[in-house]
């Protein structure tokens, strides 16, 4: 039982336009989610999160919006550059500090020149 | 800050063999935890570690257990290998304690083990 759901393995974006990754979750106990982003042979990068108690997170270029109701979250990036070509990762866990991350299985984001 | 280290980078074992890793956090930060990535499951949390204690852990079985140390570092093991352990294996650390930004891990580079 997947309880992210990444359903897009890949996107193809064109450079400067806005690049949009969505994400589902089932488990209504999640309140904190989080984008994570994967070079080849290098560990995930924090990138940015939202607490339940909020609908929209904003850093520099980065955005993510929480629409608890429909259990779905995206990641929008904008403008989007030929560094931002990536595996994009969406977590979520709940509760304290004690939990894990539970993953989805990423969406491979291509920018193209 | 230095980031997270793994050792080693690279591992190639046999069916039935045993083998540790290593994974030092960053300076400061008292939770490690540790994730298994394959291809077709994703990545998926094995357990994480606080102050020396295991505070959670996730659904595989006992042949993969972990430790920490009162320098924060930490070892995981996986004994009896399977040729299904062949995995990149992240560890991850973060600061363990409700800062407002709970859940911000940071990974190291992780360790590719392969199992013949």
């Known amino acids: 039982d997947q309880q992210v759901k990444q359903n897009s393995p890949s996107l193809s974006v064109q450079e400067g336009r806005i690049s949009i990754l969505n994400c589902d979750y089932t488990?209504?106990?999640?309140?904190?989610f989080l984008w994570y982003k994967k070079y080849p042979a290098e560990g995930p990068t924090f990138l940015i999160s939202?607490?339940?108690?909020?609908d929209k997170n904003e850093d520099g270029r980065f955005t993510v919006f929480l629409n608890k109701s429909a259990k779905h979250l995206s990641l929008h990036i904008v403008p989007s550059q030929p560094g931002d070509s990536a595996v994009y990762f969406c977590?979520?866990?709940?509760?304290?500090?004690?939990?894990?991350?539970?993953f989805g299985k990423g969406t491979h984001l291509i920018i193209q020149p | 800050k230095a980031g997270v280290t793994q050792t080693p980078r690279y591992l190639i074992k046999t069916r039935g063999q045993q083998v540790t890793l290593s994974c030092s956090p960053i300076?400061?930060?008292?939770?490690v935890s540790w994730y298994q990535q394959t291809p077709g499951q994703g990545l998926q949390f094995l357990f994480e570690?606080?102050?020396?204690?295991?505070?959670n852990k996730g659904n595989f079985p006992g042949r993969f257990s972990g430790r920490q140390f009162s320098n924060s570092r930490s070892e995981m093991n996986v004994s009896t290998l399977e040729l299904g352990d062949s995995a990149l294996y992240l560890c991850?650390?973060?600061?363990?304690?409700?800062?407002?930004?709970?859940?911000?891990?940071?990974f190291g580079p992780g360790t590719r083990l392969t199992v013949l």
């Open positions: 570690y606080f102050s020396e204690t295991q505070r």
């Open positions: 939202i607490s339940s108690i909020k």
């Open positions: 488990n209504s106990m999640f309140d904190y």
């Open positions: 300076s400061g930060h008292r939770s």
């Open positions: 977590a979520a866990k709940q509760g304290g500090g004690a939990d894990g991350l539970t």
């Open positions: 991850a650390s973060s600061l363990g304690v409700l800062t407002g930004r709970e859940g911000e891990q940071f």
